[in-house]
């Protein structure tokens, strides 16, 4: 499987942006999907990710109430859309796929990682 991330770019506190991830290769209905983000100095950080099952989506406390997770399964694509965005939400953001049901915010999960998109949000 190969994930490429985009959407990334420059935004003013408050306002919006939308990632993607696109991914490629067989059994895309079978893998999680997640979102991480890494800043300069900082752990990855859970994000977001949807189950493959059920579509369930679960986020991390930074992202509940403002981010949200979708997959378009014809598209072989996974969405987070992220409104309300603050200076701390600056960071790298990276899509992830992995053969899992369960455990979805624990990175090491994962086995497929995009290339990472850069999100800055200004004061």
């Known amino acids: 499987v190969q994930l490429q991330a985009s959407g990334g770019g420059l935004v003013q506190a408050g306002g919006s942006l939308r990632l993607s991830c696109a991914a490629s290769g067989p059994r895309f209905t079978s893998y999680a999907m997640g979102w991480f983000r890494q800043a300069p100095g900082k752990e990855r950080e859970f994000v977001a990710a949807i189950r493959w099952s059920d579509n369930s989506p679960f986020y991390g406390d930074s992202a509940k109430g403002r981010f949200t997770i979708a997959r378009d399964i014809a598209k072989a694509t996974v969405y987070l859309q992220m409104n309300r965005l603050k200076p701390e939400d600056t960071a790298v953001y990276y899509c992830?796929?992995?053969?899992?049901?369960?455990?979805?915010?624990?990175?090491?999960?994962?086995?497929?990682w995009g290339q990472g998109t850069q999100v800055t949000v200004s004061s």
């Open positions: 992830a796929a992995g053969l899992m049901d369960s455990g979805l915010p624990n990175p090491e999960n994962y086995e497929y």
